[in-house]
């Protein structure tokens, strides 16, 4: 196209021809063709980012050539809702720069030609962890990088069991009171507790020997089986609920905190210890 009279702008291409004239007047012959590309002393630096605001800014920039200048995100992290963006580089001044772009120490660069910045992001996503009954976890709230997995485990206090858990688990593993979500996606868990039925299991005297099967139990449990072992010098006589097995029959449908006691006599005659009779402690009596 010819070149047209007044400004013309920087990147625009022309095909022209010349001639010049000499002293006297006579003129040339028409040159061949020329492209005629217009430049200046400036050279080009574009800059391209999903998130945030940048220096230099998003979009095409001009400076002047050999210019050193910053580069920094200036709000940094970006956060929308559940979601939120850093610099992949780990944080403000730290770009992916493209191709003809010196970088020196700071965030500071040189421009010496036409350039460009893309601004590399990674993702974050929140974990809300929360707890329903008498309990904790052991992950607090916060931010995750994506694509990492978060492990939580739920431990319920004494007088607990944890249930299940509950929120936005699709796609994680469960094992029990142990969840590993991958966190593909912002995501809320809440593991879920509730009061279980105690079972205590004493020895009277005390002395005498060892009770095993107590603890916390689902109400309604069927799985509740106590057994008494004596120690020498000992013989089991009944359960404070009148069984006069050592290992008790299985505890059916319990849906009260329960207390056993194992008593046990003394096989050593005439040694003063102290005995139980009828679940009373503290009676004393002497096996003849």
Same mark, same amino acid.
């Given at each position: 196209?010819? !070149? %047209?009279? @007044? =400004?013309?702008?920087? &990147? /625009? +291409?022309?095909?022209?021809?010349?001639?010049?004239?000499?002293?006297?007047?006579?003129?040339?012959?028409?040159?061949?063709?020329?492209?005629?590309?217009?430049?200046?002393?400036?050279?080009?630096?574009?800059?391209?980012?999903?998130?945030?605001?940048?220096?230099?800014?998003?979009?095409?920039?001009?400076?002047?050539?050999?210019?050193?200048?910053?580069?920094?995100?200036?709000?940094?992290?970006?956060?929308?809702?559940?979601?939120?963006?850093?610099?992949?580089?780990?944080?403000?001044?730290?770009?992916?720069?493209?191709?003809?772009?010196?970088?020196?120490?700071?965030?500071?660069?040189?421009?010496?030609?036409?350039?460009?910045?893309?601004?590399?992001?990674?993702?974050?996503?929140?974990?809300?962890?929360?707890?329903?009954?008498?309990?904790?976890?052991? !992950? %607090?709230? @916060? =931010?995750?990088?994506? &694509? /990492? +997995?978060?492990?939580?485990?739920?431990?319920?206090?004494?007088?607990?069991?944890?249930?299940?858990?509950?929120?936005?688990?699709?796609?994680?593993?469960?094992?029990?009171?142990?969840?590993?979500?991958?966190?593909?996606?912002?995501?809320?868990?809440?593991?879920?507790?509730?009061?279980?039925?105690?079972?205590?299991?004493?020895?009277?005297?005390?002395?005498?020997?060892?009770?095993?099967?107590?603890?916390?139990?689902?109400?309604?449990?069927?799985?509740?089986?106590?057994?008494?072992?004596?120690?020498?010098?000992?013989?089991?006589?009944?359960?404070?609920?009148?069984?006069?097995?050592?290992?008790?029959?299985?505890?059916?449908?319990?849906?009260?905190?329960?207390?056993?006691?194992?008593?046990?006599?003394?096989?050593?005659?005439?040694?003063?210890?102290?005995?139980?009779?009828?679940?009373?402690?503290?009676?004393?009596?002497?096996?003849?």
């Amino acid at each position: 196209m010819p !070149v %047209p009279k @007044g =400004w013309l702008a920087v &990147g /625009s +291409n022309y095909t022209c021809n010349v001639r010049y004239s000499d002293a006297y007047g006579a003129w040339s012959p028409w040159s061949p063709a020329y492209n005629l590309l217009v430049s200046t002393n400036q050279a080009k630096l574009t800059v391209t980012t999903p998130y945030g605001q940048t220096v230099p800014a998003a979009g095409t920039n001009w400076f002047d050539y050999s210019t050193v200048t910053m580069r920094w995100v200036m709000n940094s992290p970006v956060t929308s809702g559940t979601t939120q963006y850093v610099p992949a580089a780990g944080g403000p001044g730290a770009a992916a720069c493209r191709p003809a772009v010196k970088r020196s120490t700071r965030g500071l660069f040189s421009i010496t030609n036409h350039s460009s910045i893309s601004w590399l992001w990674k993702t974050n996503y929140w974990l809300d962890t929360a707890t329903v009954g008498t309990g904790t976890v052991n !992950v %607090p709230d @916060g =931010w995750w990088p994506k &694509g /990492s +997995n978060a492990q939580i485990t739920a431990t319920a206090d004494a007088l607990s069991l944890f249930t299940r858990w509950s929120g936005q688990t699709n796609g994680c593993t469960i094992k029990s009171n142990v969840i590993t979500a991958p966190m593909t996606s912002p995501r809320a868990i809440t593991a879920n507790f509730m009061r279980g039925v105690v079972v205590t299991a004493a020895t009277n005297p005390p002395a005498a020997g060892t009770v095993t099967g107590g603890g916390v139990f689902m109400p309604g449990s069927n799985k509740v089986a106590l057994v008494a072992k004596t120690n020498a010098g000992w013989r089991f006589d009944k359960w404070s609920d009148g069984s006069t097995n050592a290992t008790h029959a299985t505890l059916l449908n319990l849906n009260n905190d329960t207390n056993f006691v194992a008593r046990f006599h003394s096989t050593r005659h005439g040694d003063g210890q102290s005995r139980s009779d009828n679940g009373r402690h503290g009676d004393r009596r002497r096996d003849l």
